[in-house]
């Protein structure tokens, strides 16, 4: 491994730092129990005309596009030990640059949301079946998780950079990926009968536009609003990419609260 490039051996090392057992029941258990108690709950309870009435088969697209937020937070996290524990000094000092660090810890986003996405789909087969996807639609899927983990990660390692209290970093944090969820199109669909002012903000959440798309590409209704989704979401992603530079550049090293 000495071998490898920068990038992949500080990937490896946030792998081997994070996957411990109560990391993974946490950030990857949590969505999947979600699946099998709502799905099994509001099956028949709550019809979806956009997923042919049924609710499990809604409810588990949105999930997949949960996982965008999921890696975020590990390697939001990851990058705020780092912090805490001055690893980030000590990386800096030794052979890796700053542009290397950030990118390992945007595509360790990537690859934490991909396995998300992974144990997802194993624990949704037996409930659903397996979805008559294409494999353009399957090249959405992960390109819509893809991008919006960065954008998720990119915001939160921007935060991370410029904030010092590890208090406030764990609020905003926690705020945000409870406004992410839930008001979005991860658990129900905005419809005429849908408030203004909730569908207004609905519209305003990029998880909404990762839900629908992955959503669309399960039941191969890929059209013209998936294109401006991810379109949206890219931009997003390359907004929140450059503040993530922009804050390692300018980053405060030293101890934090």
Known sequence: MTNWPPVLRLVVRNFESNL??????VMFGQPAVLVLILGTMFNNLIPTAATGGSYIAFLV???VAFQMVTGGVLSGRLFWLDRRWSMVE??????FLRAEYLAAL???TVLFAMAGVGIMMVVALPLIGVP?????????????IALGSLFFGGFLIALGSRLRSANMYFTIQSILQYFLIFLSTVYY??????????STIMWA???TYAANTVRDAFTGNLGTGDAIGLSVLALLASITFAA????FRHIELGPIQ
Do not use: H
Request: no cysteine; hydrophobic share 45%; net charge neutral.
């Open 20 to 25: 411990d057992y109560l990391t993974l029941i």
């Open 61 to 63: 697209p949105g999930m």
């Open 90 to 95: 000590q990386i800096f000092s030794g052979p």
């Open 106 to 108: 945007l595509l360790t």
């Open 132 to 144: 008559p996807v294409s494999p353009l639609d399957i090249v959405v899927i992960l390109v819509t």
């Open 189 to 198: 669909p905005i419809t005429s009968k849908t408030p203004r002012v909730l």
């Open 205 to 207: 959440n990029p998880l």
């Open 244 to 247: 993530s530079i922009w804050g």
